[in-house]
């Protein structure tokens, strides 16, 4: 990762939460790993400073509102380095995980989304125990939403 680029880093042991390794997309470079976006939306709806920009929609499991879509846009962009970032270029990469069954759009509400994390965790990490509010909770000490 470039420097001055990252906002959220993954936390070193022991923070409240760590991703897997598969939560990464390999780079061409040996040993370097890129985030997803599901992933960093996942990392800004963990943190209280970012609530104003994109928080869990409440009663609704999996379900998250980008209240600032903009705010949300040049974050990424300033993660993966790339300035020019905007919601329209970030939302086309949303729509890639629509098909991958990863995430998929509300109906009827402006610019909310719902993870399906069965997809998204239960395959690829089977002993994570997903609570109706929506947070993951892990029973081995790895995962904490």
């Known amino acids: ?45 963990q943190k209280e400073e970012f609530r104003h920009v994109i928080a869990w929609q409440q009663g609704e499991y999996g379900e998250f509102v980008i209240k600032d879509p903009d705010e949300v846009a040049r974050l990424w962009g300033r993660r993966k380095c790339k300035p020019q970032m905007n919601y329209d270029k970030l939302s086309r990469a949303l729509r890639y995980y629509y098909n991958k069954r990863i995430l998929h ?11 399906n994390f069965n997809k998204l965790v239960m395959p690829n990490y089977p002993f994570i125990n997903i609570r109706s509010s929506g947070k993951a909770h892990s029973f081995g000490g790895e995962l904490i939403f």
């Open 105 to 115: 759009k509300t109906k009827g509400k402006r610019f909310t989304y719902k993870f």
């Open 1 to 45: 990762m470039k420097a001055g680029c990252s906002i959220v880093e993954k936390p070193e042991g022991g923070g409240g939460y760590q991703f897997p390794d598969w939560a990464y997309k390999t780079e061409s470079s040996p040993g370097s790993r890129q985030i997803q976006l599901w992933h960093f939306i996942l990392e800004l709806l």
